[in-house]
């Protein structure tokens, strides 16, 4: 998945508006392994951006 800069802009704006934390989650939130974007099973990581698209992809359309 690609994400033009605008759409990235909009992902970040999202964020500070809501008060949310760096990955579009409630700002308390705790993950395994201290980030949502490293999958332990298959030692892949994913881009922040295209993490948080697929979690909110109405947040692209604004």
Known sequence: MELTE???RA???RIRQEGLNTFGD???TMYAGGTPLFDMTSGRTIDRYVYIARRHP???KD
Request: aromatic share 8%.
């Open 6 to 8: 605008e759409q990235k």
């Open 11 to 13: 992902i970040d704006r």
């Open 26 to 28: 409630p700002k308390d």
């Open 58 to 60: 109405d947040w692209l």
